[in-house]
């Protein structure tokens, strides 16, 4: 065995490895809290009574479904710039994952709420429910506790895919550890340590999403059982 | 988590044995299995990119090819990033790497080279209305650099005050400078035309040069019978002037005479 592992040289850089961590998280939040709500809205548009609508939105899903991610952060980034629309590379990265993660919770929330029974509005309906609340406490937020799993895995992923912002010098933790490879040399090293912080980023985030399961799902908290 | 990290050991130790399978005599491997792989980060304007015909081309490529056939193997080409290319050579993921590589002692560190075989000129480039001479002026001001180059170390080195906006190949950064997300870079000389040429408003012109660095062919770490066929190689068609002709057809310059014994 040749290889000598030697994490010491890494020491003096844990702080840009925290800070790349802390830069992760937060264009992961932002994105995913914005995208959320577009997300949701995108799905009531596919569901909506006008057909343009629900092409237009149809478009935008599908260009994004059927698109590398890295392609969408370059078009956003050098395309847009080239139309003189320069934004910040961490504005542009989570333009660009807000867009992403939209298209994909949008499909997420759809599926949900094509699993609402019709039955279910219309006993909404038989008891005078007026249609704001049919579609907040009959079809929203059901759905979304039914899809919630697959809502935090897509979440989850898009915290990974930040990694791809590097590209574009994004400083999260993919490009910082770029950056320390490169003047360590102990590539090894410093991709063991960042494949650690991705996992306990997973997992912080997965604890986030639980306990904000555990506050808005009622039902979860009281009974322990998942719709 | 047991099993998580049953995986993750054992896959370090699948890891070690290839690297221990690595270590035999490489000038040997290439001659009994017939190829030499040679790394090479694609995207750096004359000294590797890809031509009209989308074929590989430039002072490295063809300066690898060369190797090759005075080798008598097949060339096995391998692209790769910029920031891949000391970690590249050093697991052995190639037998040899030639990519611009500037010679510098923290890399020797990880990496043998052998004598240079060429030269990079790193330079300061900006629009005209932006004042820059030296590297106190970069204070403040955005620089774009591509990762893990020589450039970037100097600007961080000698330019505290900058903010180094880091892209991860040449290509990526031309197109950053291009697109209009960045305006002052470092790179090298050699981007500079190609540049302009797709940046029609608001050329970039030289602002200073950083310095001239010397190119070296990089391998692993004590693979001394490689390494001494190699620096035979660069002297013989350095003295012929075979290296010579190849780098100026790309860079339009010549290289200088001492440069073999530098």
């Keep these: ?227 | 988590m047991k099993t998580i990290m049953k995986v993750a050991v054992a896959a370090t130790a699948a890891l070690m044995i290839v690297a221990t399978a690595a270590q035999a005599d490489i000038l040997e491997n290439i001659k009994k299995s017939g190829k030499v792989r040679i790394a090479v980060a694609m995207g750096s304007p004359e000294y590797s990119y890809v031509d009209g015909d989308l074929k590989a081309t430039g002072s490295d490529v063809e300066t690898a090819r060369l190797i090759a056939k005075d080798l008598g193997v097949k060339l096995e080409l391998i692209e790769i990033t910029n920031a891949a290319r000391v970690p590249t050579v050093q697991t052995g993921k190639a037998d040899l790497l030639v990519s611009a590589l500037g010679i510098t002692d923290e890399r020797k560190k990880a990496i043998d080279y052998s004598v240079p075989y060429a030269t990079l000129s790193l330079i300061v480039a900006a629009p005209k209305t932006v004042e820059i001479k030296n590297y106190a002026d970069l204070a403040g001001k955005r620089i774009g650099v591509t990762r893990a180059t020589t450039n970037d170390m100097d600007i961080t080195q000698n330019a505290p005050g900058a903010q180094i906006v880091r892209f991860e190949d040449d290509a990526t950064l031309i197109t950053a400078a291009v697109s209009g997300q960045v305006d002052i870079i470092s790179s090298q000389s050699a981007v500079l035309g190609g540049l302009n040429k797709k940046r029609t408003s608001n050329p970039l012109e030289l602002k200073f040069t950083q310095k001239e660095t010397n190119l070296g062919i990089a391998l692993p770490k004590g693979e001394k019978p490689l390494q001494d066929w190699l620096n035979n190689w660069v002297k013989t068609n350095f003295a012929n002037g075979t290296l010579r002709a190849v780098f100026k057809e790309f860079h339009n310059r010549d290289l200088p005479d001492d440069l073999t014994s530098r």
Excluded at chain 1, 34 to 42: A, F, S, Y
Excluded at chain 1, 121 to 143: N, V
Aim: hydrophobic fraction near 55%; include cysteine; charged fraction near 10%.
């Design chain 1, 1 to 227: 065995m040749n290889y000598q592992f030697d994490f010491e040289a890494l020491l003096p850089y844990w702080q840009s490895f925290l800070q790349g961590a802390i830069t992760t998280i937060q264009m992961t939040i932002v994105a995913v809290a914005i995208g959320l709500v577009i997300g949701v809205l995108c799905a009531i548009a596919r569901r909506s009574a006008y057909p343009w609508l629900r092409f237009l939105v149809g478009i935008y899903i599908e260009t994004v479904r059927n698109t590398p991610f890295i392609v969408q952060i370059f078009f956003i980034f050098f395309g847009l710039s080239s139309m003189g629309l320069t934004m910040p590379v961490f504005f542009a990265s989570v333009f660009a994952m807000v867009i992403n993660v939209g298209a994909y919770t949008a499909e997420i929330v759809r599926a949900g709420m094509e699993a609402v029974h019709p039955s279910q509005i219309e006993a909404a309906e038989a008891l005078g429910l007026s249609r704001f609340q049919i579609y907040r406490d009959i079809i929203l937020m059901p759905s979304i506790e039914r899809v919630y799993p697959a809502l935090t895995s897509q979440f989850i992923l898009m915290m990974l895919s930040t990694s791809i912002t590097s590209q574009i010098s994004a400083e999260e933790l993919t490009g910082v550890a770029n950056n320390i490879q490169s003047y360590t040399f102990r590539s090894f090293e410093t991709y063991i340590v960042i494949a650690v912080i991705y996992l306990m980023i997973t997992y912080l985030l997965r604890f986030g999403f639980y306990a904000i399961a555990l506050a808005i799902f009622p039902r979860r908290r009281k009974l322990g059982t998942p719709l």
